[in-house]
């Protein structure tokens, strides 16, 4: 009897310590109680009834990725291409997660898929090889909406690979070597019409200099015959203030006569008649010379 105590008693104390659960960080405990649904355990200590509470499902919070293999989609203009995703989940609601759907995982792969399909066959392939943010934002709306059922929250949708056929790919590689070439030739003539206005602009610069530099000779020659015409009328005025100071007005009068008379002698006439009185204003300017001379 006293046997069967014992052996009462060490089964009775090994099913509380088997009652006794922990659940770890970043992880849920779905608990059913009879066959259904009784709470959702968060990290710490709890205990469980024997044989009446049993551990559902054990869910991880952690955020996790689906990668999938490559899948054949058409675009809207008929080009058949391999695209392959990556879907970043996290479980939010545990319970719903553990009772929403049978195979999350399947379930989130085929609905990837089917999304994937019916964007890309909206887009033409220009779009869909440039378009990758949109493809990948409408891709984590739609999948986000469909599982928020599931208990499964869609953070990020990533387009990884685009393949379209061998054909394609010639026909853009083609496109391509074009487009460069046609680029380096706008760049080629661009820099030949840089090259021909900076050389005409030198040579109009040459062309002004060369003028600004005749027309400053020009001016600089005639300031000077100016100069020089101003200096013999200087000196011819001087003279005649002289000899008006010692001759008087008349003296002068004569003596611009006589200068008169020596134009008239530079011409083609071989006998000149000299009045008497320039004759003597002659011999009186003639002294006036040498007297100065003195």
């Known amino acids: 009897m006293y046997f069967v105590l014992i052996v009462l008693a060490a089964f009775v104390l090994v099913v509380i310590i088997g009652g006794i659960k922990i659940v770890p960080q970043s992880w849920a405990f779905v608990i059913e109680r009879f066959g259904g649904y009784n709470s959702t355990w968060n990290v710490g200590f709890h205990i469980m009834i024997p044989f009446i509470d049993r551990i559902a499902k054990r869910v991880p919070l952690k955020e996790a990725l689906f990668d999938y293999d490559p899948q054949p989609v058409i675009t809207k203009d008929n080009v058949t291409m391999l695209v392959d995703s990556v879907v970043f989940y996290q479980i939010a609601d545990p319970k ?19 999304t994937l399909r019916n964007v890309i066959g909206e887009l033409e392939l220009d779009e869909t090889l440039s378009s990758r943010d949109t493809i990948n934002g409408k891709l984590r709306s739609i999948l986000d909406e469909a599982t928020d059922a599931w208990g499964i929250k869609v953070t990020r949708v990533e387009v990884k690979n ?9 026909a853009m590689e083609k496109q391509m070597r074009a487009e460069r070439e046609r680029r380096a030739a706008i760049l080629a003539a661009e820099g030949e019409k840089q090259s021909a206005i900076l050389k ?24 000077g015959e100016a100069k020089a015409i101003l200096e013999v009328q200087q000196a011819t005025a001087d003279g005649l203030a002289m000899i ?10 004569r003596l611009k006569s006589f200068e008169a008379l020596e134009k008239v002698a530079d011409g083609k006439s071989t006998k000149i008649i000299i009045p008497s009185e320039i004759q003597n204003l002659a011999g009186l300017v003639t002294g006036i010379a040498e007297l100065a001379k003195s």
């Open 244 to 253: 008006k100071a010692i001759v008087g007005s008349e003296g002068a009068l």
């Open 200 to 223: 005409a602009e030198g040579e109009k610069q040459s062309v002004i200099l060369q003028a600004e530099a005749k027309r400053e000779a020009a001016i600089r020659e005639a300031e």
């Open 162 to 170: 685009i393949d379209p056929p061998e054909s394609i790919k010639d």
């Open 96 to 114: 719903l997660y553990a009772y929403g759907v049978e195979n999350p995982k399947l379930a989130i792969d085929k609905l990837t898929t089917t």
